[in-house]
Structures are given as structure tokens and as C-alpha cells.
């Protein structure tokens, strides 16, 4: 991917701190896009119905397109000569920093619809602000993204109403699905010491912005849904530093299982 003369002014205008605290923030984002993506991809084949497995496969690979833009511009930022794929897939598991909600297991449909809503209800809602960053490579990849984000919070909203207003059956799936994966919704907008040094410097946007957008739809789709909107739980956090669950040491033993085993290779 060939860089412009004006974005390459814009990386060299940076300080040498802020550029390594914005690369360690794309990493993140290239790493929740592309952990997630992982995991809707595993539904590939296995989904209730074909027209919502092609759907999750979609959006499966909506995530991916975005994770590789977000690795290149990570690759560049870095400035050591890693390509995109050795930053996906020879880094151990310390070094992601995914928020913990996205390397959560599939489980049932319900429970990966529940996931999907909570991540899609921040994730149109920072893309739609990001698109406005003076970094240009940032704000060029949110324009894009946003408009297939914009298709998955639809997707989700609709599914977590189906599910919740349907049979007893799936309402009571969808309040198992959120009794497990509430607790992990916190951290998307719980930000960082790397995330709030960037929201200083104007290059993302604060999260403190984003909850009154994100407050209202949830709780429109939650009240069509018919079912409450948990409280007082206590949230989990340490993804986006690196401390994981269980579940990402599998996601990334199947996902690097080629690079490491053949290094280099090419198709």
C-alpha cells in the first residue's frame, strides 16, 4: 500500500511519544476488528438459517477489511520493517489488546448476538466521530468502516428485538447471553492511559461523548425487546492492556497456527 506525501508529512509531524501511543492504539483497534472477525467467521457453515450465516460471514469480513487497513497504517506507524501479517499473527498474547467482550465464545445465537449489539453500539457510534480526526489515515479508514458499522448495529438491533419479543425460548437465551456478557461491555468506553492521551490531543474522540448516543439506542432496543437493561454490575477490564481471558490463547493457537508453523509463507 503506497503511503501519500501528505500522510507521511503528517506521520513525521508527530513526536516520537505520540506516534508510539498511536501506534499502540491502531494496534488495539486492528486487533479488536480482527479477533471479533475470528470469531463470526467460526459461525461460517454452522448458522440457524443460511441468509443469517452469509450475514455473519458478511460481517466477518466487513471487520477484516477494516482490521487490514488498521494494521498497515499500524505497520507504518511502528516504522520496524513488520508487515500487517506480522503484526496479526506473530505477536503473543500479552501483546493484543482487544477488549475482553470480543474474544468471548460464540456460544449459542443468542449469546453471539448479544455480543455483536453491545460491541456494534459503540462501534458505529466512535466510527462516526473518528471519521472527524486530524489524522488523515484514521479518519479515511472510520469513513469507510462506519458505513458497513452502520449495517451491523442494524443487523444486531434487530435480532436482539427478535430474540427478546419472540418465544419464551429465545427471550430467555438473550437474558442468559446478557447475564454473561454485560460485565464485559464497560471497557469499550473505559479509556486507556494510552487512549486518554490521545483524546487530549484531539487525535480520537472521548468516550465520555459517545454515552448519550449509545445510552439512548440501547435502551430503545432493549425497551423494543421487552427486557431491562442490567445494573449494578461490576465491569471486567484489562483487555486493551493485555490481560486476557482464556479464550484468546485458543482464537490465537488456531489463528497463527500456519504463520508460525511455516514462517514466510506465501500462497
Not at 507521511?8 to 480482527?34: G, H, I, K, M
Not at 486530524?134 to 442494524?154: F, G, N, Q
Amino acid at each position: 500500500m503506497q503511503v501519500a506525501p501528505s500522510e507521511t508529512a503528517a506521520l513525521n509531524s508527530y513526536s516520537p511519544e505520540l506516534r508510539q501511543q498511536l501506534f499502540q492504539y491502531v494496534l488495539q483497534l486492528a486487533d479488536t476488528s480482527l479477533i471479533l472477525g475470528h470469531r463470526l467467521s467460526e459461525w461460517c457453515g454452522h448458522g440457524p438459517v443460511l441468509e443469517q450465516d452469509l450475514a455473519m460471514a458478511n460481517i466477518a469480513l466487513d471487520l477484516l477489511g477494516e482490521t487490514r487497513s488498521l494494521y498497515q497504517y499500524a505497520a507504518e506507524l511502528g516504522g520496524q520493517g513488520r508487515t500487517e501479517d506480522d503484526l496479526a499473527f506473530l505477536r503473543l498474547a500479552v501483546e493484543y489488546k482487544n477488549p475482553l467482550l470480543v474474544e468471548q465464545p460464540n456460544g449459542d445465537f443468542g449469546d453471539t448476538v448479544t455480543r455483536q449489539f453491545l460491541f456494534d453500539n459503540f462501534h458505529y457510534h466512535f466510527l462516526r466521530e473518528l471519521k472527524n480526526s486530524p489524522d488523515e489515515r484514521l479518519a479515511a479508514i472510520a469513513e469507510k468502516a462506519v458505513k458497513e458499522a452502520a449495517y451491523h448495529l442494524k443487523w444486531s438491533s434487530e435480532w436482539m428485538i427478535r430474540l427478546g419479543d419472540g418465544t419464551e425460548e429465545s427471550r430467555k437465551r438473550l437474558e442468559k447471553a446478557l447475564d454473561t456478557l454485560w460485565r464485559y461491555s464497560g471497557e469499550l468506553t473505559k479509556a486507556t492511559t494510552t487512549e486518554q492521551a490521545l483524546q487530549a490531543a484531539g487525535i480520537i474522540p472521548d468516550y465520555a461523548a459517545l454515552l448519550p448516543a449509545m445510552e439512548a439506542h440501547l435502551e430503545h432496543v432493549f425497551q423494543e425487546a421487552t427486557v431491562p437493561v442490567p445494573q449494578g454490575v461490576f465491569m471486567m477490564t484489562g483487555g486493551k492492556e493485555g490481560r486476557h481471558t482464556e479464550h484468546l490463547g485458543y482464537i490465537l493457537a488456531e489463528l497463527q497456527y500456519m504463520q508460525r508453523t511455516y514462517p514466510g509463507l506465501q500462497w
